[in-house]
């Protein structure tokens, strides 16, 4: 199955934090959208792999996601290795995305920043001939490189190279992240130890969260936006696309 955009997190709910609302957004444009997680989560303070497969499964639901792969790597020890490497070139090579969102290049978590670099060495090694994957069957992929790699801006506040309006997209970006229900503030989850408190999972999160795209769609106009950061020097053929 080819989808025009492959979103990819180190953990569950990357992706609906930080480019939810531009996925959202693409897709009412007529794009297809299918997600990576590399690992379960295990580590997080709340909730267990297990309640967050099933959370993850819900979100992919909500956003209408074509697919939703986990490669189960180690949370936390997962390593910059041939091996990995492979696992995301054959999901990319399997999918053949035009555009792939993943991880920011530097942040709070040093999981953020090595899966960062992980993705974006397997997109330029995934057009490489004579670097074999295979499908399920064994028959071999063919190459495939995406256009563009473009990541995503998580818990420090990096520059973005450029901002996406996700001014009509907020309220359903908010519930997409609610359906982590084990590891942010839903009074009703009763049934996640609730005791375990961690960064995200107080009421003031969502706040922040709101705020932080306010003050990223702010300087382009927009209510709300989710910026991004991008590897290589993006061109253009029309100065009217700018905004």
């Not at 189960?72 to 969102?101: C, S, T, V, W």
Request: charged share 30%; hydrophobic share 35%.
């Amino acid at each position: 199955m080819k989808v025009d955009i492959l979103a990819i997190g180190v953990h569950p709910d990357d992706v609906e934090l930080s480019c939810s609302g531009t996925l959202l957004r693409h897709m009412d444009q007529g794009k297809t959208v299918g997600l990576l997680d590399l690992t379960r989560g295990e580590l997080g303070t709340r909730g267990t792999a297990e309640i967050r497969d099933q959370e993850a499964a819900d979100a992919a639901e909500l956003l209408g996601a074509s697919f939703r792969k986990n490669l189960e790597m180690e949370d936390g020890f997962f390593a910059y290795n041939p091996e990995n490497i492979k696992k995301i070139i054959a999901i990319i090579r399997e999918h053949q995305p035009e555009i792939i969102l993943c991880n920011a290049v530097d942040d709070r978590h040093p999981d953020h920043g090595r899966a960062a670099k992980l993705t974006a060495d397997a997109c330029f090694y995934s057009g490489l001939v004579k670097i074999p994957t295979y499908d399920a069957e064994g028959n071999p992929h063919e190459r495939w490189r995406p256009k563009a790699v473009y990541h995503y801006i998580q818990d420090f506040n990096l520059k973005p190279d450029f901002v996406v309006d996700i001014s009509e997209y907020m309220e359903r970006k908010l519930d997409l992240v609610k359906a982590f229900r084990s590891q942010f503030y839903v009074p009703d989850a009763k049934e996640y130890e609730q005791e375990l408190s961690s960064p995200i999972s107080s009421k003031s999160f969502m706040d922040f969260l709101k705020a932080k795209a306010a003050t990223y769609g702010r300087p382009a106009g927009f209510d709300f936006g989710e910026g991004f950061t991008v590897p290589r020097t993006p061109g253009i053929q029309d100065l009217f696309q700018l905004s």
